[in-house]
């Protein structure tokens, strides 16, 4: 279980509602390259919230929409972000009490015995409270080919939360877009509960181009040209392999790259410059073992050194 908490200004009273979000919105596009199609959906939710909050301004009737949500796609897409993204404009708009998001798995909610169940998913339940709950990889709590599974039991908490405490918690499923169709409509009782279906689409390659800048550019690195031709080349390889995360591999790609520059500067680190410390060589980008071929030409390297492990979102 992982709590994240923004440093999220509450609502003000003499704040307007749009103000309160166009900050939020603004470091959404600046931390998330590309990802439109989301990033209009949350600014639809957005405005709906913030004339939902003028209504009640005015004295007229306006009942709380439901906020429970369905965040779909691959690993690396941006869920965790968004999720994260969304908590504050939920705070900074009165919906909840606290910009924090609790990120659970199956194995936080799910017990191993009789009894075990309950105590461990309202535990979760009440560090989430006030916040966002984020479970990935949701539909790994259903599973009807074991009938001794206790998963539904914790599922049926779940629901029961959704409902009568939608005043205190907001609940974020995330997981694969498949997956999750089949889960939802084996439990037409949480579909029901979620309002909002996001889907994150994958990256293309120029975009993950895009995010490696950015990475490079926070970090105060630099490519050499044939670095940058070196990079494009490894991420049209890496696409192709296992456990490919989009994002998360980039980052975790040039973390690699990183240390291949440092290894390859330490002896002689007594001499060096600025220029060499923030520069990445073609050299440190090909050492990759994404580039490794065997003799047909197949990539035989060992995709897993620059994989993210897991399918988180």
Sequence with gaps: MTVTEADSPGPGADEKPADAIEEVLGQLDRELVALAPVKNRIREIAALLVIDRLRREEGLNSERPSLHMSFTGNPGTGKTTVALRMAEILHRLGYIDKA???????????????????????????????????????????????????????????????????????????????????????????GSRVAHHIHFPDYEVDELMAIGDLILEQQGYELTDEAEAAFREYIELRVQQPRFAHGRSIRNAIERSRMRQASRLYDRRDSLDRKDLVTIEDEDIRGSSVFATDEDGDLSGEPDKDAAPGNRS
């Design 100 to 190: 924090k998001v609790v990120s659970v798995t199956r194995d936080d909610l799910v017990g191993q015995y009789v009894g075990h169940t309950a105590p461990k998913t309202r535990e979760v339940l009440k560090r989430a409270s006030g916040g966002v709950l984020f479970i990935d990889e949701a539909y790994y709590l259903y599973k009807p080919e074991n009938e001794r599974d206790y998963g539904q039991e914790a599922i049926e908490i779940l629901l029961q939360v959704m409902e009568t405490e939608r005043e205190n918690l907001v609940v974020v499923l995330a997981g694969y877009r498949d997956r999750m169709d089949t889960f939802f409509s084996s439990n037409p009782g949480m």
